[in-house]
């Protein structure tokens, strides 16, 4: 194999790596945005669950304040 040859060659292999790693970076980015939405909705679920125990803990509050009197 000439030196033309083997450079080929590795430049051959080089563009299969960069190949590999584009599709995998594309299913990498593509699982992110799938787990960034998920975890979106499940931070304002977790929000809007978080304020209505607050207000169930402050109308328990109130309810034992009055009941103490």
Same mark, same amino acid.
């Given at each position: 194999?000439?030196?033309?040859?083997?450079?080929?060659?590795? @430049?051959?292999t080089i563009a299969k790596i960069h190949r590999g790693l584009y599709k995998f970076n594309q299913q990498l980015n593509g699982t992110l945005t799938g787990l960034d939405s998920a975890l979106s909705s499940f931070d304002q679920e977790f929000q809007r669950i978080s304020s209505s125990?607050?207000?169930?803990? /402050?109308?328990?509050t /109130?309810?034992?304040?009055?009941? @103490?009197?």
């Open positions: 194999m000439s030196v033309d040859e083997k450079i080929e060659d590795i @430049r051959q125990v607050s207000v169930v803990k /402050n109308d328990v /109130n309810i034992l304040k009055h009941v @103490r009197v």
